[in-house]
């Protein structure tokens, strides 16, 4: 089955740093691919949509400039947290649409522990 | 908002014992899926459903839908201690999924 990575599974940083969480599609091609963000004990929130090749779309509600995304190959996005506080603490989770797979399934990726002291 | 809302919140039952989770949902849906996460973990796809489908099966899984009412059931026959996990519906709108507030089981050995 398609496989979807994240890198790094789990980050500890300072307030006011900046983080970089990459996903990948190990063995497809996404030209889209999503952002969730899942607090302690509640259900994932869309956060953004990833574009191979343009900007990110974002849900209402989240900030584009503190949540930077860049979709640099069908392979790879990464999200950027910028200036991070303890509030942006949480469970990063990626998926991935492919293109060329028959099935209507998003695959995601094993999520990044993120947590802003 | 177009999340769905999953009932019971939380579930505990005896191994072997079935477990049922149900989900409802706001607006017309292309499909419906039902997702399993792990404490701390990423989400495992279990099943897709349909809006033209009433019900599937897979493994000791069954899912309906109900579009008339806009809900959908999960169960799990047979459960095992290995099914406590956290479980999620999820429907497709456009190229984008909206989860539900999930179902904590609990299956106890």
């Known amino acids: 089955g398609a496989v979807v990575s994240q890198h790094p599974s789990r980050v500890i940083c300072k307030s006011g740093t900046s983080v970089k969480i990459e996903c990948r599609s190990l063995?497809?091609?996404?030209?889209?691919m999503f952002w969730y963000r899942q607090f302690p004990k509640q259900s994932l929130m869309l956060m953004a949509t990833s574009n191979e090749g343009s900007k990110a779309t974002y849900e209402q509600g989240v900030e584009k400039d503190k949540f930077l995304i860049n979709h640099a190959s069908l392979t790879l996005s990464t999200l950027t947290v910028t200036s991070a506080h303890p509030e942006d603490s949480s469970f990063y989770i990626c998926?991935?649409?492919?293109?060329?797979?028959?099935?209507?399934?998003?695959?995601f990726g094993p999520g990044t522990r993120l947590t802003v002291l | 908002s177009q999340q769905g809302e999953e009932d019971p919140q939380a579930l505990s039952i005896q191994e072997g014992e079935n477990a049922t989770m149900n989900c409802s949902y706001k607006t017309s849906i292309n499909n419906l899926q039902w997702y399993r996460q792990n404490s701390g973990r990423g989400l495992v796809h279990l099943i897709l459903i349909r809006s033209n489908e009433r019900e599937k099966h897979s493994g000791r899984l069954r899912v309906t839908l109900d579009t008339s009412k806009k809900s959908s059931s999960l169960l799990i026959t047979a459960s095992r201690a290995a099914d406590t996990a956290s479980y999620f519906c999820?429907?497709?709108?456009?190229?984008?999924?909206?989860f539900g507030a999930g179902t904590i089981l609990r299956v106890k050995s």
């Open positions: 999820a429907t497709e709108y456009g190229n984008k999924l909206v």
């Open positions: 998926s991935a649409w492919p293109q060329g797979i028959q099935g209507d399934t998003q695959y």
């Open positions: 063995d497809f091609q996404a030209t889209t």
